[in-house]
C-alpha cells in the first residue's frame, strides 16, 4: 500500500509566492516519459519513468519505475506527443508561402511570357521579344528565343524578297512571250494552232504566277511601310465587287454605309477580291456569295461565305500557306496557284488584322477578317 501524497513544506515555498492551498501537493511525474522501449513479442510499447529520487527522500519512499504498456504509441499521449511535429508542420508550410510562392510565380511569369513569344513565332510574328534580363537559365533561354526569331526572320524576309525579285523579272519577258503566241496563232496554218494555243496558255499561267508572287512579295515585305487610314468598307467591297466583275445575283451585301476600318484601301481591297474570287471560282455554281460586315466587341467584322461543300476540318489552318490548294473539297476543277488565300492573309496582316476560316452550318465555307476599330 502506497503512503498518501506527501503534502508541501512551506519551507520549500519561494519568498514572495503565494502559500500553498490546502491539500495542494507538487507533481511527483515528470511532463514527459525518459524512456520508451518496444518489444516484439507480444508487440508492445513500454512506458518507463523514473520518479525525482529527492522528491521520493522527503516522501520516505524508496526509489520507484512506473511502467506502463500500450500496444500501440498513436494516440496515446503519454508515448507520443504531435504537437512538436504540428509546430513544426505549421511553420514550413508559412515558410514556403513566403519563400517558394513569390518564386514560383516569378518562374511562372516568365515561363508564360516566353511561351506567348513562341506562340507569336509560330504564328510568323518574327517582331516579339522575349525578357533577357534574368541571369539564370530562363535568360538564356529568352536570349536563344530572340536570337530564334531574328534569324528566322531574316529567312523568312530573304524568302521573299527572293521571289518578288524573280516574279519581276519574269514579268515582262512573259508578257512579251504571251503577244509573240498571240500574233503566231493568227499567222500559223490550222494544223499548227492547237500546239500553238496550248504553249500559249501555259504561258498565260506562268503570268499569272509570277503576278500573284509579285503580289504576294509586296504585300509581305511592304507590312512595315504601310500606311493606315480611315476607310469606308461599303467603298471597299462595291470596288472589290467590280474588280472581280461579278454578274448580278451572284454576290449578296450586307455593308453598313456607316462602318469604317484602319487599313490599308489597296491591301484591303485586294484581300477582299481574291477571297470573292476564290468563293465564286470554287462555289459560285452552289448559290450566291455572301459578303457581310459588321461590329462585334468593339472591332469590325467582314465575312464572305459561299454555299458550296466547304473544307474538311483538319485543312482548315492550312488554307493560307503559300501553294496549298484542295481542288477535291470543292470542285474537281483545278485553277489557282495556290497564293491567293496566302494574299489575302498578308495584306490582312499588313492592316493589322487577323484572318480565319470555318465550315458554316447547313455547308459552305466562311473566310472571316477582324479589324480593330
Known amino acids: 500500500?502506497?503512503?498518501?501524497?506527501?503534502?508541501?513544506?512551506?519551507?520549500?515555498?519561494?519568498?514572495?509566492?503565494?502559500?500553498?492551498?490546502?491539500?495542494?501537493?507538487?507533481?511527483?511525474?515528470?511532463?514527459?516519459?525518459?524512456?520508451?522501449?518496444?518489444?516484439?513479442?507480444?508487440r508492445m510499447f513500454w512506458l518507463m519513468v523514473h520518479l525525482p529520487l529527492d522528491r521520493l527522500q522527503m516522501a520516505g519512499m524508496v526509489p520507484l519505475v512506473l511502467v506502463g504498456k500500450a500496444p500501440s504509441i498513436e494516440g496515446n499521449p503519454l508515448l507520443f506527443n504531435p504537437n512538436p511535429w504540428i509546430y513544426l508542420a505549421v511553420g514550413m508550410v508559412v515558410f514556403s508561402a513566403f519563400f517558394w510562392v513569390p518564386l514560383t510565380r516569378n518562374l511562372t511569369r516568365a515561363i508564360a511570357q516566353m511561351t506567348r513569344t513562341t506562340e507569336a513565332i509560330a504564328e510568323g510574328r518574327f517582331d516579339v521579344e522575349a525578357s533577357e534580363k534574368r541571369t539564370d537559365e530562363l535568360g538564356r533561354l529568352g536570349l536563344a528565343i530572340n536570337r530564334m526569331a531574328r534569324r528566322l526572320k531574316d529567312f523568312v524576309t530573304g524568302q521573299k524578297r527572293f521571289l518578288g525579285d524573280a516574279a519581276h523579272e519574269l514579268c515582262s519577258p512573259l508578257a512579251r512571250m504571251e503577244i509573240a503566241l498571240?500574233?503566231?496563232?493568227?499567222?500559223?496554218?490550222?494544223?499548227?494552232?492547237?500546239?500553238?494555243?496550248?504553249?500559249?496558255?501555259?504561258?498565260?499561267?506562268?503570268?499569272?504566277?509570277?503576278?500573284e508572287l509579285l503580289s504576294f512579295s509586296k504585300a509581305s515585305l511592304g507590312e512595315n511601310r504601310i500606311k493606315l487610314e480611315p476607310v469606308r468598307v461599303a467603298d471597299v467591297v462595291a470596288q472589290a465587287v467590280r474588280q472581280e466583275h461579278c454578274e448580278a445575283g451572284r454576290v449578296e451585301i450586307q455593308v453598313p454605309d456607316e462602318l469604317s476600318v484602319q487599313a490599308s484601301p489597296e491591301l484591303l481591297c485586294r484581300a477582299l477580291a481574291n477571297l470573292l474570287r476564290n468563293a465564286v471560282h470554287y462555289a459560285g455554281h452552289a448559290g450566291p456569295?455572301?459578303?457581310?460586315?459588321?461590329?462585334?466587341?468593339?472591332?469590325?467584322?467582314?465575312?464572305?461565305?459561299?454555299r458550296g461543300p466547304g473544307v474538311p476540318a483538319g485543312e482548315l489552318e492550312k488554307l493560307f500557306d503559300p501553294f496549298y490548294r484542295i481542288d477535291e473539297s470543292r470542285t474537281s476543277e483545278t485553277g489557282g496557284v495556290g497564293l491567293g488565300l496566302a494574299i489575302v492573309k498578308t495584306c490582312v496582316e499588313a492592316c493589322r488584322g487577323t484572318v480565319t476560316a470555318f465550315n458554316q452550318d447547313g455547308g459552305g465555307l466562311v473566310v472571316q477578317v477582324r479589324f480593330p476599330k
Open 182 to 211: 498571240a500574233i503566231l496563232e493568227e499567222r500559223c496554218d490550222e494544223k499548227s494552232i492547237p500546239y500553238v494555243r496550248d504553249v500559249r496558255e501555259e504561258v498565260t499561267h506562268m503570268r499569272k504566277l509570277a503576278n
Open 1 to 42: 500500500m502506497f503512503p498518501p501524497p506527501p503534502q508541501a513544506d512551506p519551507a520549500d515555498v519561494p519568498p514572495g509566492a503565494p502559500p500553498p492551498r490546502l491539500g495542494q501537493s507538487r507533481p511527483l511525474l515528470p511532463a514527459f516519459p525518459q524512456r520508451v522501449e518496444r518489444t516484439d513479442n507480444p
Open 289 to 306: 456569295v455572301a459578303i457581310r460586315a459588321w461590329e462585334e466587341a468593339g472591332d469590325v467584322m467582314i465575312a464572305v461565305a459561299d
